[in-house]
């Protein structure tokens, strides 16, 4: 299969590109910037859609960068960074002369309401709350051709766990001083995926033609993990205390108080029709997801 990865250059790129050529499938990535296996979103506006079979995007400013101060230009930054590169890879299987079998979006359980006790599947309802869940709308939205003959897949995923970015990169340094600990209650839920699973989200979407629609990228036990528990879970895998839970005036003096929802509060999402699709999950638990990736 040939597939046009938008913003595969990235930290899920990286690993969904690996896995899509581990498979045998041809990856093209579009980026800011050219190279080699690449065209750039300027080539992508004027030429159009390279001939392939698939379409995925993962375009995205990092929201939680702690060097970009949270305010109008940043998320100006972050809305069209998703936004705009979902329309135009849209705009271009529309305008395809050979459209592609799939197009596959990667969103976010931003959607989701958050709440310590409510437990969300892909049925359940949101999107018109906060900035983060009117964006993923927006983002969706984006995604959508309609009368189109291209089969469409949306994965919104939890916090994505894995060695060479994300949020992790961000903890591991802290953790392995044993200065790392629960952000503030730690009581809130905390939604995670393994880079390894996301990747194969996204794979089996491309490859079985009967999924479609929304699906949860997080783990089956991910409802069950809090955000104290996750920092207890990474101090082990560490052979570390975490004791230091960090309060929440700091986490939001850091981020911004809008931003410091994505860590201070989160939700309890099940990957219902992701596991009725047929998915297998690689690393459906915490404990071994995490030892695989601080190995
Ligand atoms: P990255 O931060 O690694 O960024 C992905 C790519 O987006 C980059 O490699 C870059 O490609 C492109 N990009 C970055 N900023 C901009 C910009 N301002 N304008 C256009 N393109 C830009 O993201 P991840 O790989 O971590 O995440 C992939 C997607 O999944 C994102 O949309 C993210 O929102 C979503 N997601 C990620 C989660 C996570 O925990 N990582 C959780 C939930 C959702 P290039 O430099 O080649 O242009």
């Not at 910037?33 to 392939?52: A, F, M, N, V, Y």
């Given at each position: 299969?040939?597939?046009?990865?938008?913003?595969?250059?990235?930290?899920?790129?990286?690993?969904?590109?690996?896995?899509?050529?581990?498979?045998?499938?041809?990856?093209?990535?579009?980026s800011?910037q050219g190279g080699k296996d690449r065209?750039?979103?300027?080539?992508?506006?004027?030429?159009?859609?390279?001939?392939?079979?698939?379409?995925?995007?993962?375009?995205?400013?990092?929201?939680?960068?702690?060097?970009?101060?949270?305010?109008?230009?940043?998320?100006?930054?972050?809305?069209?960074?998703?936004?705009?590169?979902?329309?135009?890879?849209?705009?271009?299987?529309?305008?395809?002369?050979?459209?592609?079998?799939?197009?596959?979006?990667?969103?976010?359980?931003?959607?989701?309401?958050?709440?310590?006790?409510?437990?969300?599947?892909?049925?359940?309802?949101?999107?018109?709350?906060?900035?983060?869940?009117?964006?993923?709308?927006?983002?969706?939205?984006?995604?959508?051709?309609?009368?189109?003959?291209?089969?469409?897949?949306?994965?919104?995923?939890?916090?994505?766990?894995?060695?060479?970015?994300?949020?992790?990169?961000?903890?591991?340094?802290?953790?392995?001083?044993?200065?790392?600990?629960?952000?503030?209650?730690?009581?809130?839920?905390?939604?995670?995926?393994?880079?390894?699973?996301?990747?194969?989200?996204?794979?089996?979407?491309?490859?079985?033609?009967?999924?479609?629609?929304?699906?949860?990228?997080?783990?089956?036990?991910?409802?069950?993990?809090?955000?104290?528990?996750?920092?207890?879970?990474?101090?082990?895998?560490?052979?570390?205390?975490?004791?230091?839970?960090?309060?929440?005036?700091?986490?939001?003096?850091?981020?911004?108080?809008?931003?410091?929802?994505?860590?201070?509060?989160?939700?309890?999402?099940?990957?219902?029709?992701?596991?009725?699709?047929?998915?297998?999950?690689?690393?459906?638990?915490?404990?071994?997801?995490?030892?695989?990736?601080?190995?």
């Amino acid at each position: 299969m040939r597939v046009v990865v938008g913003g595969g250059t990235g930290f899920v790129g990286r690993a969904l590109t690996q896995l899509l050529r581990s498979r045998g499938h041809q990856v093209t990535h579009v980026s800011r910037q050219g190279g080699k296996d690449r065209i750039t979103w300027e080539e992508l506006s004027h030429s159009g859609l390279p001939l392939c079979d698939a379409v995925v995007n993962l375009a995205g400013e990092n929201v939680l960068n702690p060097f970009r101060r949270w305010g109008d230009a940043f998320c100006r930054e972050v809305i069209s960074s998703r936004v705009d590169t979902t329309k135009a890879l849209a705009e271009a299987i529309a305008a395809a002369e050979q459209p592609p079998r799939a197009w596959v979006l990667v969103t976010g359980v931003g959607f989701y309401r958050p709440s310590p006790t409510a437990e969300y599947t892909e049925d359940s309802p949101g999107g018109d709350f906060d900035f983060f869940s009117r964006l993923v709308s927006s983002w969706e939205a984006a995604a959508l051709i309609p009368g189109s003959p291209t089969r469409g897949v949306v994965v919104r995923s939890g916090v994505v766990l894995g060695r060479d970015g994300g949020a992790i990169s961000q903890m591991l340094l802290p953790f392995r001083l044993g200065l790392g600990g629960p952000m503030g209650s730690g009581l809130q839920p905390f939604p995670w995926i393994h880079i390894q699973d996301l990747s194969g989200i996204v794979c089996h979407a491309l490859e079985k033609e009967s999924v479609r629609g929304i699906l949860n990228g997080v783990a089956p036990s991910s409802p069950g993990t809090s955000n104290g528990a996750f920092a207890q879970e990474l101090a082990a895998a560490l052979g570390r205390p975490a004791l230091l839970p960090v309060p929440a005036w700091a986490v939001r003096a850091v981020f911004g108080a809008e931003r410091a929802v994505m860590l201070l509060q989160g939700q309890r999402v099940l990957p219902k029709r992701t596991l009725e699709s047929g998915y297998c999950f690689v690393f459906p638990e915490l404990p071994a997801a995490l030892r695989d990736i601080v190995a």
